[in-house]
């Protein structure tokens, strides 16, 4: 695990693959403290990490807080919904107010695609993205790359179709990024409306015909329509874009027999993906909101330089 040099985890765009490579290859090795009796290390232990969500989240947030928790960290968390946010208080004096609390790392995850860039330049401690406006989700792209390098042995050559919004999807954002540093072929899919305009730049695969996309794909990424970030109609109604672009096991005849199905969450039952799909024996996507917890156990162990200070081959259990 040697070779970790940055402060930050704001997104996949400036890694490296031999980066990407790090955080799997650790997360890969400490997926096995949560099969413990006691799942629990000292790695973090004297260490504070606040978690800043300026946006709602179910999984992300209890991944970062459980990971936390693993690794015996001292943590804050702050939704903006029930803090001092709702009476007017900036997203700076909020995090000069933290700060001074000395915490080590943030988790923030905000609406403004950028505000956790903004904070890693400025504050001495880390920072870590947990979702950017529209601009990437760093650690759903590592989960779902852990996932895939767990199901298919590999990365390289894998075949990733997204289907949904990929627009304003951030997920979808990172992922090209990372699937495709790492050789993975991935191709975009949705209504031309929900298709980012320069797609095909990112040296992706970009059509709006969903059985040419998921015809050879070794795993298929559903996404959500995300009607809280679109301030226009993009398509006529939800029923026709169900009709067009729903995984259901009809459309999964035309796929790979070992074809996954994966989705960030969360779902929206019934339109991007039928109940019995979701719930079926393609699906890994609570393999996904597992091994998420790995990931960010293992981002947060590279980024607290805990290796570098305490010599520690590996994170060591508490008895
Ligand atoms: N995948 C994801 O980011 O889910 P949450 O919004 O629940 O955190």
């Given at each position: 695990m040697t070779g970790w040099k940055r402060k930050d985890l704001v997104g996949l765009r400036d890694l490296a693959p031999e980066e990407i490579r790090i955080i799997l290859d650790?997360?890969?090795?400490?997926?096995?403290?949560?099969?413990?009796?006691?799942?629990?290390?000292?790695?973090?232990?004297?260490?504070?990490?606040?978690?800043?969500?300026?946006?709602?989240?179910?999984?992300?947030?209890?991944?970062?807080e459980l990971a936390e928790k693993r690794l015996s960290a001292?943590?804050?968390?702050?939704?903006?919904?029930?803090?001092?946010t709702v009476k007017g208080e900036t997203l700076k004096d909020t995090v000069r107010n933290i700060e001074s609390l000395?915490?080590?790392?943030?988790?923030?995850?905000?609406?403004?695609?950028?505000?956790?860039?903004?904070?890693?330049?400025?504050?001495?401690?880390?920072v870590i993205n947990a979702g950017d406006g529209i601009n990437e989700h760093p650690t759903q792209a590592l989960l779902d790359m852990f996932t895939i390098r767990e199901k298919k042995g590999k990365l390289d050559g894998i075949r990733v179709a997204f289907i949904g919004d990929i627009l304003h999807s951030r997920v979808a954002r990172s992922n090209m990024w990372g699937l495709t540093k790492m050789g993975a072929k991935v191709v975009v899919c949705g209504p031309k409306t929900l298709l980012p305009p320069k797609a095909?730049?990112?040296?992706?695969?970009?059509?709006?015909?969903?059985?040419?996309?998921?015809?050879?794909?070794?795993?298929?990424?559903?996404?959500?329509?995300?009607?809280?970030?679109?301030?226009?109609?993009?398509?006529?109604?939800?029923?026709?874009?169900?009709?067009?672009?729903?995984?259901?096991?009809?459309?999964?005849?035309h796929a790979k027999p070992d074809v996954l199905i994966m989705h960030p969450g969360p779902v929206n039952r019934g339109i991007e993906l039928s109940s019995d799909v979701m719930d079926g024996p393609y699906s890994v996507i609570l393999d996904q909101v597992t091994n998420g917890l790995a990931v960010r156990m293992a981002v947060l162990y590279l980024l607290s330089g805990a290796r570098k200070k305490t010599g520690e081959k590996h994170a060591q259990p508490t008895h």
């Open positions: 650790t997360a890969k090795s400490l997926q096995e403290i949560s099969l413990r009796p006691v799942k629990k290390v000292p790695t973090l232990r004297g260490r504070t990490v606040a978690n800043l969500f300026f946006e709602p989240s179910t999984r992300t947030r209890i991944s970062f001292d943590t804050i968390s702050f939704t903006a919904q029930t803090s001092s000395k915490v080590e790392m943030i988790v923030m995850r905000h609406s403004a695609s950028g505000a956790p860039h903004r904070l890693a330049e400025t504050l001495p401690v880390s095909d730049e990112l040296g992706v695969e970009v059509t709006t015909d969903l059985r040419k996309a998921i015809k050879d794909a070794d795993v298929i990424n559903l996404l959500r329509i995300q009607t809280e970030r679109q301030s226009e109609c993009y398509f006529p109604s939800i029923r026709e874009y169900a009709s067009h672009y729903q995984i259901n096991r009809e459309v999964l005849e």
